[in-house]
């Protein structure tokens, strides 16, 4: 009877210590922990509104599949891809539409002026329209935003970062302006400074996928959004002036030594002229690439 008892204790144990690795697991795999989310739980995390502005070139759809990828594991998510066009594109409306993203599709052509650089600013301010309009009716959500290119890499981590802005957070940016790292100097927990060497003299010396806005402020200043009257490299500090000051800045992936984001651009690619080829290529122009 003693050595029955025992037999059972030996079982109890064994269970227990079975149910405890299983714990430790899914709490030591963090990533594939989180993707578990159940949609109940998801409601409750803030939306990100991200922007991206796109174009035709022949790397767009690898570029803006790559993004739409990484973007399928974030959780209420809400792309907005605008496209530098007079109308929308098959192409951008069919990847759109098989990514099964909450998505918003805009365009709206770029008018530059003769000696404006920047890019990309009818179509955020596109976007930022849609989005105070969005926010006002049943539908909207509140959120942050985050103005993405779509050539960038980005880590999961960011975005669950952003998820803790009050007013506007900001963190380092990998391989962007001549840098390793181009970030936000962080004192006693506050934005004290900028590790910057393009334009440094910039109010805010930092890359547009250097921060993201709490959604609420668009509404509280109708008036912020982007110029064609500011060059390249300054459209970051244009929106930024009217929604938060440095003093206000909230410094994360750990106090802004972090790199989760990368400037990485796709180079353009190098393709053959058929006609100075002596043996003419199959035709493929029906394929998209």
Known sequence: MHLFNLKIIKKQYLALGMLIFVVLFLFNSKPAFQCQ??????????????ITPTYARLAQKADLTRLSQTLMLVKNFHWIVIEDSDTKTKLVENLLKESNLKYTHLNVKTEKPKGSSASGVE??????????????????????????DDDNTYSLKVFDEMRKIKKVGVWP??????MRVEMPLVTDGKVSGYNAVWKPYRPFPIDMAGF?????????????????????????????????????????????????????RTQKPAILNPKKL????VPDDHIEV
């Not at 596109?126 to 103005?147: C, I, M, N, Q, Y």
């Not at 940016?173 to 001549?178: A, E, F, P, S, T």
Request: net charge neutral; hydrophobic share 40%; charged share 20%.
């Open 37 to 50: 989310l159940t949609p109940e739980t998801a409601a409750y995390l803030p939306t990100i509104y991200g």
């Open 123 to 148: 179509q955020r301010n596109k976007a930022l329209d849609w989005l105070r309009a969005h926010l006002k009716s049943p539908e909207g959500t509140s959120g942050v935003v985050f103005f993405m």
């Open 173 to 178: 940016v990998g391989i962007v302006g001549g």
């Open 212 to 264: 993201a806005v709490n959604a609420t402020l668009f509404l509280d200043f109708p008036e912020a959004k982007f110029s064609r009257k500011v060059q390249s490299g300054f459209q970051e500090s244009e929106i930024l002036k009217y929604v938060v000051t440095q003093q206000e800045l909230e410094p994360l992936a750990d106090n802004c030594t972090k790199v989760y984001v990368w400037h990485t």
């Open 278 to 281: 002596k043996k003419p290529l």
